[in-house]
């Protein structure tokens, strides 16, 4: 119970999709009803309300809410035009979600990027603006809209693609991204046709919710705002910290979590560090174990990113380097304790150090974007690298690791403990060199969003569709147990005489509820790109997967759980006179031989989503009867909310 009940906690913070849109000024999504009013007429606005802009040589704010009305106007129209991209890029009617403003977060805004005293400097150093990301379901955008340019200010996005990693936002053109998730920060850049030293741009902001959630909704978006109007309190104290002692205690303190929490989530990423420690604690200790479990999530990033191509490469370049890191710790943590209790074989550890080292030399000569298949994914073109390895050894990344694996196996102590170990990590390698010889991918014309489209065709009857949900977590609960039984983590089946003896070898076992959370979130990552149907998918295979493990269900019952289960489907499109899925593709085609993969790999994150659209149109007439959630504006007289006021 708890490690489920860790696994359920953990959930939110383990949030996967930066969620992040970027629009050029001469794109359509830019358009702004009545035209944007020139850069000095927003200079004027802003000094006119801030004098202290003009003096101080600092970065500026001034609230929205009390601007002109001319000015408002605008920014209304502003509004407008970034909400429907935010909504066109995430979906938010497709996947019955609200997006509503945050306008009393929204504020008039000049950078001053030069300046890195006080807390300043938190805008020139890695960061998330918020703290609520650990929340599941729900997502606040930050947007920068540029007013002014040609100017020197460039943002950096570091998990994007390479066209959206440093973008400098001139008039019209405007970045949103996860207030709460995404990692981001501002350079000066000097630019040969900028007039500009600082920049002025509109910082507007939005939140996103289920619509299910309607009643609790509003309430994040004021939990993001009161914090907002708690942190621009303490940059204010902070911004000059030369006026006392207060002051630079504040902004030493703000820079320096600033600091430690965003190299923290650009280098490694707080989600890989929850999967990889829950997986390392699924061990319970043993090391072989860790490697099989842990050690291997790094193959598991390269191929679904490679097969579905649905991940930004800054941010699959991060995890895959993370998830190799935690894969290397563990091979040279398992390998010096062995040699530390039974001596150094020379022969063993030459051929490992040469082989890694080899692969680690080719690493450097291609580089992170191209190793991580930013060709294949449409973000870098490249000529062909020819300097060596490259050229002369064929595949010398894979080589060398195998070698160095191959070191590792000489080792006579070590080798035969680490050979299981040694045959998967090779498979392993084989198989993504597979994957880039030919080249195997899903068709962008059979995307997630398009086959789930297709499926829906087939799944319009509400009871069709709760049927299904419930028979396929039966189906799956009789997998899951399968595979529990068959990789030994079934105390009943391990010959354990007494429920003493029972309870005993469960503890010492590895535990198949977190090795379901930490997979099954990898799994999703990559390849469900509808976050809330993520999070549920995992919650539901931590939720089956504890239960079939405490009730230790036999080989028996878990058969019969996945034939009743696949029985109840097709019992299901009988009563509901729907025709399956299935017979819409029923050839003997490689399409449909892929179709049918694609069917059974998202079919669970399908029909948690017709589910999902199922019960919001059921309860929420009723849910939106009972008005919104109020949310305690406490800080508001410790803070002071202008919005208030105006």
């Known amino acids: 119970m708890k490690a489920a009940a860790l696994s359920l906690a953990l959930l939110p913070a383990l949030v996967a999709g930066e969620q992040a849109t970027w629009c050029d000024k001469k794109d359509a999504c830019a358009t702004v009803k009545g035209g944007l009013p020139k850069p000095a007429w927003w200079e004027k606005e802003l000094k ?10 600092a970065t500026c704010h001034q609230w929205t809410s009390l601007l002109s009305d001319k000015a408002k106007g605008v920014l209304d129209n502003v509004l407008t035009t970034v909400e429907t991209k935010i909504m066109e890029g995430s979906k938010t009617k497709q996947r019955n979600r609200v997006l509503r403003r945050n306008s009393q977060m929204d504020e008039l805004y000049l950078s001053a990027p030069r300046n890195s005293e006080g807390s300043d400097r938190v805008f020139i150093t890695p960061h998330i603006d918020g703290f609520l990301g650990w929340l599941p379901f729900f997502t606040a955008y930050r947007c920068v809209y540029g007013l002014t340019g040609p100017h020197e200010t460039v943002t950096i996005q570091p998990m994007r693609d390479p066209d959206e990693q440093e973008v400098n936002v001139g008039p019209g053109d405007f970045t949103c991204f996860d207030y709460n998730r995404e990692i981001h920060w501002i350079e000066h850049r000097a ?8 920049r002025m741009v509109l910082k507007l902001h939005f939140y996103e919710f289920p619509a299910i959630f309607s009643y609790i909704g509003d309430a994040f978006g004021d939990a993001n705002a009161q914090y907002n109007f708690f942190a621009r309190a303490a940059f204010l104290a902070s911004q000059f910290p030369d006026k006392d002692i207060i002051s630079r205690l504040i902004a030493r303190g703000i820079n320096g979590i600033t600091l430690f929490g965003g190299s923290a989530e650009a280098v490694f990423g707080y989600m890989n560090m929850g999967i990889a420690l829950i997986l390392i604690s699924a061990a319970r200790g043993k090391g072989q174990t860790m490697l099989t479990i842990a050690g291997t999530c790094h193959f598991a990033v390269y191929i679904l990113a490679f097969v579905f191509r649905s991940v930004r490469l800054g941010m699959l370049i991060r995890d895959a380097v993370a998830m190799k890191s935690i894969s290397a710790l563990l091979l040279t943590g398992t390998y010096a304790w062995e040699c530390a209790k039974t001596g150094v074989n020379l022969k063993s550890f030459a051929v490992a150090v040469s082989g890694f080292a080899f692969s680690a030399y080719a690493f450097m000569q291609l580089g992170p974007a191209l190793t991580y298949f930013g060709q294949e994914l449409g973000q870098v073109v490249s000529d062909p690298v020819t300097a060596f390895p490259y050229g002369t050894v064929p595949h010398p990344m894979t080589l060398g690791s195998i070698v160095g694996l191959t070191g590792l196996r000489l080792h006579p102590t070590y080798g035969p403990k680490f050979h299981a170990n040694y045959l998967l990590h090779v498979a392993l390698y084989l198989t993504v060199l597979g994957l880039e010889v030919t080249g195997a991918s899903v068709p962008a014309g059979m995307s997630y969003d398009s086959t789930y489209t297709e499926f829906m065709k087939f799944h319009q009857d509400a009871g069709n569709v709760i049927a299904h949900l419930f028979t396929t977590a039966l189906g799956v609960a009789g997998v899951i147990g399968m595979a529990i039984n068959y990789f030994g983590l079934n105390p009943s089946l391990n010959g354990a005489a007494n429920d003493a003896k029972k309870t005993g070898a469960a503890r010492a076992m590895t535990s198949p509820t977190l090795i379901a959370f930490g997979w099954s979130w990898i799994l999703v990552r990559y390849t469900v790109p509808d976050e809330d149907v993520a999070y549920l998918t995992v919650a539901l295979f931590v939720v089956t997967t504890y239960l079939v493990s405490k009730l230790q269900w036999s080989y028996m019952t878990c058969f019969a ?22 017979n819409s593709y029923a050839e003997v085609t490689p399409e449909a031989a892929l ?13 948690i989503r017709a589910a999902v659209n199922v019960a919001t149109a059921a309860y929420l007439p009723a849910i939106n009867e009972m008005g919104r959630m109020p949310f305690p504006q406490w800080l508001d007289n410790a803070v002071g909310n202008p919005q208030l006021a105006a």
């Open 48 to 57: 006119k309300m801030q004098p202290a802009c003009e003096e101080e040589g």
């Open 191 to 198: 630019q040969a046709n900028a007039t500009l030293d600082d």
């Open 561 to 582: 759980a996945l034939a009743i289960g696949m029985g109840g489907q097709e019992l299901a499109h009988h009563v509901s006179g729907e025709m399956p899925y299935l």
């Open 595 to 607: 179709t049918f993969i694609l069917h059974n790999v998202w079919l669970l994150p399908f029909e």
